[in-house]
């Protein structure tokens, strides 16, 4: 056995024979793929049955006959009984279509693969001569996590069309960015970043990949949100793979809707990898569950930019979880206004800076007493604040199993 081929099955028939546990999980790979499933078998597993009456596949409550083969571009024979899938290998060979035997990998004339997707990439591991499935996982299994881990360089070597991925790379340790927002970076020709984020991943990219720093421009000041726009835009046109790497979510106070906005208006295709955001994720590994049962049902996210906000006091007041995001120079107000509006003066506060990094550092006070505090141990930017009875320090046994790796 030398060359091997990537089938496409979609929209193809393709025949199973046998419907227990076997077949079902083929099956699943089968319809995953976009196949036109025919299950043959005198009886069938729960899971067969099921797909059935969802209309996912067609089956067929009987034993085979060889006309079962006939529109079928791939068979399948996964009976419990050797000699059953070993006559429908048969027939396929008569007719010249494609087959494996489950209970014999060595039969028929197609190797089933060890295989896995990585975006629009798929690998496929076969042992070209006695089948071994647990050896050919194994291997599989490496080459994804390399892949997974950023270790391929998955940029198109082909010319193509240019497009932009938004992709949220979570609070800043580079382990809690999501599994396709570290492939989207390993296909990029140009990244776009800015200072928030996992930052650190910019280390493993190539030395040819252009990545711009919006960030901060020579002047100190952030590049302007159309300016940014213009660039993701233009590079896009050259027919660049533009990765936007954004920290936390893009759409959470990210710009990540105005950037959507801009390619759409631009006719550039546009995806959005979804991040792990800080509001939600730096309280949680300092110890804070934003919900918690009999303590607080309701979590208000805010931000801070504009001074205190009416509707998140209001929350405050009322014994709601509020988090809010670039709230450092805002806290004064904030402080003012729920304690104006009647929240607990005794409320626990807990202001985390630079949340899953080694740097972070938690300041913990209760709100009559959180400017005075804040000021004391010099709270800077990035901070998220967590006003509400979730963050009061003895509310978990432990804080210990969620401090951060360093
Ligand atoms: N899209 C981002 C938020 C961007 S707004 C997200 O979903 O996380 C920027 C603010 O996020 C900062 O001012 C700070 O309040 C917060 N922030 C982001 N990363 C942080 C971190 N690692 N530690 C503390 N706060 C952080």
């Given at each position: 056995m030398t060359a091997l081929f990537g089938l496409a099955l979609s929209g193809r028939q393709v025949l199973v024979v046998g419907a227990g546990k076997v077949a079902s999980r083929r099956v699943r790979r089968f319809l995953a793929e976009g196949a036109l499933v025919r299950v043959v078998a005198p009886e069938a597993s729960d899971d067969?049955?099921?797909?059935?009456?969802?209309?996912?596949l067609e089956y067929v409550a009987r034993e085979v006959v060889a006309g079962d083969l006939d529109d079928a571009w791939f068979v399948l024979a996964a009976t419990d009984e050797p000699a059953v899938n070993s006559t429908v290998v048969g027939w396929a060979d008569e007719r010249r279509i494609f087959s494996t035997d489950a209970s014999d990998g060595s039969r028929g004339s197609a190797?089933?693969?060890?295989?896995?997707?990585?975006?629009?990439l798929a690998i496929g591991v076969v042992s070209t001569e006695t089948p071994d499935?647990?050896?050919?996982?194994?291997?599989?299994?490496?080459?994804a996590a390399h892949?997974?881990?950023?270790?391929?360089?998955?940029?198109?070597?082909?010319?193509?069309?240019?497009?932009?991925?938004?992709v949220g790379s979570g609070p800043g340790d580079p382990?809690?960015?999501?599994?396709?927002?570290r492939q989207a970076l390993s296909e990029a020709d140009v990244v776009v970043t800015d200072r928030l984020g996992a930052t650190e991943l910019l280390v493993t990219v190539p030395y040819d990949v252009e990545?711009?720093?919006?960030?901060?421009?020579?002047?100190?000041?952030?590049?302007?949100?159309?300016?940014?726009?213009?660039?993701?835009?233009?590079?896009?046109?050259?027919?660049?793979?533009?990765?936007?790497?954004?920290?936390?979510?893009p759409f959470v106070f990210g710009r990540g809707g105005e950037e959507v906005h801009a390619c759409l208006a631009a006719e550039i295709p546009v995806e959005v990898v979804p991040g792990v955001t800080s509001a939600l994720s730096v309280p949680a590994l300092a110890g804070i569950p934003v919900t918690q049962r009999q303590v607080a049902g309701t979590v208000v996210v805010t931000s801070g930019h504009a001074g205190a906000d009416e509707t998140a006091v209001a929350a405050m007041v009322a014994g709601a979880t509020?988090?809010?995001?670039?709230?450092?120079?805002?806290?004064?107000?904030?402080?003012?206004?729920?304690?104006?509006?009647?929240?607990d003066p005794q409320t626990p506060v807990a202001i985390i800076e630079r949340g899953s990094t080694p740097h972070e550092r938690i300041t913990r006070s209760v709100l009559v007493d959180a400017v005075r505090s804040a000021g004391e141990t010099g709270v800077?930017?990035?901070?998220?604040?967590?006003?509400?009875?979730?963050?009061?320090?003895?509310?978990?046994?432990s804080e210990v199993a969620a401090t951060p790796r360093s």
């Open positions: 067969v049955l099921r797909h059935a009456q969802h209309g996912d190797r089933q693969a060890a295989s896995s997707q990585h975006g629009d499935p647990a050896r050919i996982r194994a291997v599989r299994d490496s080459i892949i997974d881990a950023g270790g391929v360089d998955l940029r198109r070597q082909r010319p193509q069309q240019g497009r932009v991925i938004l382990s809690l960015i999501t599994v396709r927002g990545v711009i720093n919006v960030g901060k421009s020579p002047d100190n000041h952030p590049v302007p949100q159309h300016e940014i726009n213009d660039l993701l835009v233009d590079r896009a046109k050259q027919g660049k793979v533009v990765v936007r790497l954004k920290g936390g979510d509020l988090v809010v995001l670039m709230g450092v120079s805002a806290l004064p107000d904030i402080v003012e206004a729920g304690i104006e509006a009647g929240a800077k930017p990035p901070a998220i604040i967590v006003i509400g009875q979730v963050a009061n320090p003895g509310l978990l046994a």
